[in-house]
Nanobody, 119 residues
Framework: DVQLVESGGGSVRAGGSLRLSCSAS????????FSWYRQAAGKERERVSL???????EYLESVKGRFTISHDNDRNTLTLQMNSLKIQGTAVYYC??????????????WGQGTQVTVS
């Protein structure tokens, strides 16, 4: 199994910045890829950013140019640098790891979430 623990959430004024971190432990494979999701009140969870095992990244269109995802393989730490935050960015942010299993399938693991409030 994989355990994920997020930190770094909080309250910030619109236009400000926050940096989220996610510490991963357990059965981390080099073929795992990692994502940040967010879920605003009353809305479905959406993927904000993804970093593949080869380092390539993807972003939700609305955060491109403002958010940066990175992964430290040595420390097994995922980060999301969020700049120029908007009120619409208020949500619970989750980190996720998609890792291969011995059966050949992929399994997704979730962190507990961290609240980000932009006012």
């Amino acid at each position: 199994d994989v355990q994920l623990v997020e930190s770094g959430g909080g309250s910030v004024r619109a236009g400000g910045s926050l940096r989220l971190s996610c510490s991963a432990s357990g059965s981390i494979s080099s073929r795992c890829y990692f994502s940040w999701y967010r879920q605003a009140a009353g809305k479905e969870r959406e993927r904000v950013s993804l970093i593949w095992s080869d380092g390539n990244t993807e972003y939700l269109e609305s955060v491109k140019g403002r958010f940066t995802i990175s992964h430290d393989n040595d420390r097994n730490t995922l980060t999301l640098q969020m700049n120029s935050l908007k009120i619409q960015g208020t949500a619970v942010y989750y980190c996720a790891a998609d890792c291969p299993t011995s059966s050949g399938w992929e399994r997704r693991y979730w962190g507990q979430g961290t609240q980000v409030t932009v006012s």
